[in-house]
């Protein structure tokens, strides 16, 4: 079976998230653990065969990186100079489209139209596409924005022709996807479907929408929590999920988050099965924690004795844990002082100073407790100088010295054929918003 999963804005974090989870066997997903074969791929969508089929509603929920999942149904050859329109102008016959894509409906059936690109050189000129991922999506050279349009107007007229009476939704002005959240408030999946042509210069996927990304649920998890820390700053809900995705650890394994803050790791932890452990040095960020898990474990029905918080210096949590088994660590330490424009150079020399005294410290301490082999997620700043460029912390030497390895953040057989990704030279990956000048590195470092 082929599936398609169309990635989030941070692409590059995306698919690492999705090799990581794919490759670790799980029966109730349907993941063999088998290494993850993908057929293509690109910024906007990854398409794998799997041997089997997958719990795409389970997966999704998993998957911070993902917006949809897709089944892709058949493929097509095309010329290069053809539209994607003219390719497609035989295929959306009345009895393909009942057999392969439309769910049965009673009443007024409902269908959209979506298209992601495989090859972006099939593109030129800037545009803002919509769509909920890559923002600034360039336009298609061949086939320009009306293509959902054509394709929607063919695929309603054959099902018209043949008696059918169906609502076409089509993605908005200058995009070429249906964003998310149209395709669920459209109940789409429910009443019809969100058709897909995935489109590169001589293949055409065609895929229906399986699964999409439930944004309401995010936006509860991350703004609706009876507390929030807008000084300190909160890791999105989906990076803290896509890190403990890459953390290696197994479910109901004990995660330690030792710069919790107000517990986003913590919480996100727990729905992912994990039991974790949070320790921050603030006081009023550990009651904070406390309060918002209070309200996190009742609303997902999640067991209280799952996490527990201790007030704690992380240069010193060694001593809290009791001999207690921690098996990852996933954080996002403190990223220093938070600027609206690029700070001078002595002050990104002097923040990475103490960071870096910070950092080592800490990494020593996690030595104390950690089994070889696992594994510390972590967040360090990078500022951000222009769009693909930053400057790093050179922190990652002195902690290499401690014993740890930084590994790559998507294994190098994958990464090697996917030249489009935005890996930094020590294949970390960059977590950022186009606002923001200090920036998330996230790194995985394993201990020997
Ligand atoms: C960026 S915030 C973490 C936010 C957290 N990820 C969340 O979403 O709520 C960094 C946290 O590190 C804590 N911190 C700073 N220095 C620390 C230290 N030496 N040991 C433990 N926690 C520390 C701060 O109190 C702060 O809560």
């Not at 406390?290 to 996490?307: T, V």
Request: glycine share 6%; aromatic share 8%.
């Amino acid at each position: 079976m082929r599936y398609a999963f169309v990635l989030g804005r941070v692409y590059t974090l995306s698919i690492a998230e999705l090799v990581a989870v794919l490759e670790k066997p799980d029966i109730q997903l349907g993941i063999t653990g088998e290494p993850v074969k993908i057929l293509e791929a690109s910024e906007e969508v990854l398409i794998i065969e799997s041997a089997k089929p997958l719990n795409v509603n389970g997966l999704q929920k998993k998957l911070g990186g993902v917006i949809k999942i897709l089944e892709v149904v058949d493929t097509l050859k095309k010329r290069e100079q053809d539209s994607i329109n003219f390719a497609l102008k035989h295929y959306f016959k009345p009895s393909v489209l009942k057999k392969k894509f439309l769910k049965e409906y009673k009443g007024k059936m409902q269908f959209g139209v979506s298209i992601y690109l495989l090859d972006m050189e099939l593109v030129k000129n800037n545009h803002n596409h919509g769509n909920g991922n890559p923002a600034g999506r360039p336009a298609v050279t061949n086939s320009p924005f009306g293509e959902p349009k054509r394709i929607g107007m063919m695929i309603k007229k054959s099902l018209t022709d043949s008696g059918q009476s169906i609502r076409l939704v089509l993605p908005e002005f200058n995009s070429l996807a249906l964003a998310s959240v149209v395709v669920t408030k459209n109940l789409l999946l429910q009443k019809g479907a969100e058709i897909c042509i995935i489109a590169g210069k001589n293949t055409l996927y065609t895929a229906k929408t399986l699964a999409v990304q439930d944004f309401e649920d995010y936006g509860r998890r991350d703004y609706q929590r009876p507390v929030r820390d807008d000084k300190q700053g909160m890791i999105p809900p989906k990076v803290a999920q896509i890190m403990l995705n890459l953390s290696g650890c197994k479910t109901s394994e004990i995660i330690l988050d030792p710069f919790c803050g107000i517990g986003t790791i913590i919480q996100e932890g727990l729905l992912l099965g994990f039991r974790m452990l949070g320790s921050d040095i603030n006081k009023a960020a550990i009651r904070g924690s406390e309060n918002n898990l209070e309200w996190f474990r009742n609303r997902y029905k999640i067991a209280p004795g799952k996490y527990h918080f201790q007030v704690s210096d992380a240069t010193d949590v060694a001593k809290l844990l009791e001999g207690q088994t921690v098996n990852g660590i996933v954080s996002e330490g403190t990223l220093g002082p938070l600027y609206t424009s690029f700070p001078k150079p002595e002050e990104i020399e002097k923040n990475f100073k103490d960071l870096n005294k910070l950092y080592v410290s800490c990494f020593r301490e996690f030595s104390k407790f950690l089994p070889a082999k696992s594994q510390v997620v972590m967040c360090i700043p990078a500022y951000r100088k222009n769009r693909d460029s930053y400057e790093k912390m050179p922190t990652i030497d002195n902690i290499t010295e401690l014993g740890y390895n930084l590994v790559d953040i998507l294994p190098s057989s994958i990464a090697k054929n996917l030249k489009f990704l935005k890996l930094t030279e020590r294949k970390t990956a960059i977590y950022d918003r186009k606002d923001q000048i200090v920036a998330r590195e996230i790194c995985i470092f394993e201990k020997n």
